[in-house]
Structures are given as structure tokens and as C-alpha cells.
């Protein structure tokens, strides 16, 4: 059944935010409600008593919308607080639309403007293009029950990433426990990187000779290395792999390191390389480290992924975003014996499957979603 469609401008008010000055912060006051207090709520916030009219006070509950930089949908679930620029608080009418039917619509309506916008080096929404896209409007019975479908599928989404949290927590915890200070009795070895695995560094490709032809050899760069995975969204090739290159051919269970740049918010860009991760060629300015006979690569990984390993890389705050050779190769720690190395092992085997069937089943979850929500909006 077919239903009319209106513009959002037409179902909502949409408040953009005030323009707050560091001269108007304060150490009380209502909270400045940013684009970072949205995407992170561990973000502080900034504190105001500058006066601003009524409809720019954002309350628990309500629908805000980032427009710049940063697109998204969010239900504020913070204090009170106050709207800044680049945010839009979303007024829903009543007697015309749903709200939790208005913020799939919009979400639905912002994906669809970033596919627009990709490659845009600033993402940025036009405020009278965005007013004017249209949604299907059922009558306010069925929204709800469209909303009502949409919001089961996000909250098992949402609970497949609380228990890849919980194992994460559990993983850390494994982690400090049996690599960690060595307890009472137990069999442990003071010894350094350089005496357990072999490490090299990248080799100086021209970018020039680059190529984007998919039969050649992806090339592993900084930028492809993130936190626990090897993202290939940017990719360059290298055309054939001469004998001076065979050295520098990725194998899977290396381990990599950005050593520019190395910590992001998402954490530390360090990767174990999986079979799909083959065949690449390592590239300058990142370091491949490869297990030997006296330690497992998991082992390895987690050592390198410590908190103990990142001290170790930046022992002043003033250190510049940068990990050299030496630094990894000389990094000092207590190996337990093969033995414990296997049981370790084992365990954390264990919770890596979990996990990739966690992620298996919410990336499953996120294309029903996205196909439930195209049938319904579009």
C-alpha cells in the first residue's frame, strides 16, 4: 500500500544550535552539548550560564541531528543541556509522525546523503536539501509498528556488541592475569622482543608506481593498519614482486605495527594478519614482527598490545606520535614457559571464534536493517 510522502520540514521543527565562544565557557552552569558528547559519552563537557532561548535547552529524550563533519541520528540520554552549532534539535509534530518512526526515517535519510557525499573532504548537509527530503507518512498506527520492528532489530544489534564487549573485558582480563606480574612458583623468563621473533620494517615503494589493477599485490601501508584488523577501504598495488621484495612479503600471523601516528581514539594500530590479509607487501614505516620457536603469535600480539608495551613507546607526554625499531625490538617482558604459552593460547582461540560470530551475526543483523529500512523509506 502506497502512502504520501512529505518533506521532513513539513513533520518537524529542526533547531540548529548556537555558535558558544570560549569566552562563554565556564566551570558551571548547563553543559555545551557538542558533536563529541554525542559520539562519545566518555567526552567532558564544556559548562555555560550564557542565556539562550528555550528551544535550544536539549532534554533527556529528545532527537538531535549532527550535520557537519560528523552525520547522525542521536537520542540524547545525557542531562539537561544546551544545543551547540552543527547540531540540529529535531521538534516532531504530534499529530503527524512518530518519533521513534521519525529517527529511522532520518537515519535512513542521512545514510542516503553520505553515499552523496563520499569523498567529500568535509561533510556537510544542506540545510533546505535536507528539509525537503521526503518520507513515506502512513497513518500514525502503522509508523508505530514499522518503528516498532526496526527498534527490535537495533536492540539485538545492540546486544550482539554488548557481548563482544563483555568478551573483550574478559579477554583483557585473561590477559592481565597470565601475562602480567608472574605469579608465585610460576616458570617465567625476563626476555626482550629481539630474542623471540624477527622484526623488520617496510620497503620505500614510489607511490608513483603505484597501481589500482586487482590482479597486482595490495601494498600494507600505515593507513591500513588499525587496531586489531587490516582495513583494505584504501588500497594500493605494486605490479610484480621482484626478488630484492620477496623479504618483505606479509605471511599470516605477523604481526604489524603503524609506527607513525600509531594511537588513533580507536586505540593502538596494531594487527595480527589473517589469511584474507595475504598476499600484501609491507611498506615503509610500518613494522612487521614474526614470531620465532619460543613464543606463540597471539602471545606476541597481546604482549605488543599491552599498556606496559605503549609506556614503554611514549615514556613522556611530550614524545612525538612515533615508535622506532629499537623501541619495539628492545621492549622487556616475562614469557612464560611453552607449556602455560599453549593453555594461554588456547583460551584466547576460544574467545577470538566467539567474537567472530558475534561480529558474523550483528553484520547479518546490520544488513536487515538496512534492507528493512530501504523497503520501508524508500
Not at 78 to 102: E, K, S
Not at 238 to 253: H, K
Not at 298 to 309: G, P, Q, T
Request: charged share 25%; proline share 6%; hydrophobic share 40%.
Amino acid at each position: 500500500m502506497s502512502h504520501p510522502h512529505v518533506p521532513l520540514g513539513d513533520v518537524a521543527d529542526f533547531i540548529n544550535g548556537a555558535a558558544f565562544k570560549p569566552e562563554d565557557w565556564g566551570d558551571d552552569g548547563l553543559p555545551i552539548i557538542r558533536i563529541q558528547n554525542l559520539t562519545d559519552s566518555s567526552k567532558p563537557f564544556n559548562y555555560t550560564r550564557r542565556e539562550v532561548p528555550e528551544k535550544l535547552v536539549v532534554n533527556p529524550g529528545d532527537l538531535l541531528v549532527s550535520w557537519s563533519a560528523t552525520l547522525g541520528v542521536f537520542q540524547w540520554n545525557g542531562p539537561q543541556g544546551l544545543l551547540n552549532q552543527h547540531i540540529f534539535r529535531v521538534l516532531p509534530d504530534g499529530a503527524l509522525v512518530d518519533t521513534n518512526y521519525l529517527r529511522h526515517a532520518l537515519e535512513r535519510a542521512l545514510d542516503d546523503m553520505e553515499r552523496h557525499l563520499h569523498g567529500a573532504t568535509m561533510k556537510h548537509v544542506n540545510r533546505g536539501e535536507f528539509l525537503g527530503t521526503k518520507i513515506p507518512l502512513p497513518p500514525l498506527e502503522e509508523q508505530r509498528r514499522i518503528a516498532a520492528i526496526l527498534d527490535k532489530v537495533a536492540l539485538l544489534i545492540q546486544s550482539a556488541a554488548q557481548a563482544f564487549c563483555l568478551s573483550q573485558e574478559l579477554k583483557k582480563s585473561l590477559v592481565h592475569k597470565t601475562l602480567g606480574l608472574a605469579r608465585e612458583g610460576e616458570e617465567r623468563v625476563r626476555i626482550k622482543v629481539r630474542d623471540v621473533a624477527d622484526m623488520i620494517t617496510g620497503f620505500p615503494f614510489k607511490s608513483a608506481q603505484y597501481t589500482d589493477k586487482a590482479q597486482h599485490t595490495r601494498l600494507c601501508r600505515g593507513i591500513n593498519v588499525l587496531p586489531d584488523r587490516i582495513e583494505w577501504k584504501q588500497v594500493a598495488r605494486w605490479p610484480e614482486i621482484t626478488p630484492e621484495l620477496r623479504s618483505y612479503q606479509i605471511n599470516e600471523d605477523d604481526i604489524l605495527i603503524a609506527m607513525d601516528r600509531p594511537w588513533i581514539t580507536e586505540g593502538f594500530k596494531i594487527a595480527r594478519v589473517k589469511p584474507t590479509d595475504i598476499p600484501s607487501l609491507l611498506v615503509q614505516r610500518v613494522a612487521r614482527i614474526r614470531a620465532g620457536n619460543q613464543i606463540r603469535p597471539r602471545i606476541l600480539f597481546e604482549v605488543l598490545s599491552s599498556k606496559a608495551f605503549a609506556t614503554h613507546c611514549t615514556p613522556t607526554e611530550t614524545t612525538v606520535p612515533h615508535i622506532s625499531p629499537i623501541e619495539i625490538r628492545e621492549y622487556e617482558f616475562d614469557l612464560p614457559c611453552l607449556k602455560e604459552q599453549k593453555r594461554i593460547d588456547s583460551i584466547l582461540a576460544g574467545i577470538e571464534k566467539s567474537q567472530a560470530a558475534l561480529n558474523q551475526r550483528a553484520n547479518l543483523l546490520k544488513e536487515k536493517l538496512c534492507t528493512l529500512s530501504r523497503s520501508y523509506f524508500n
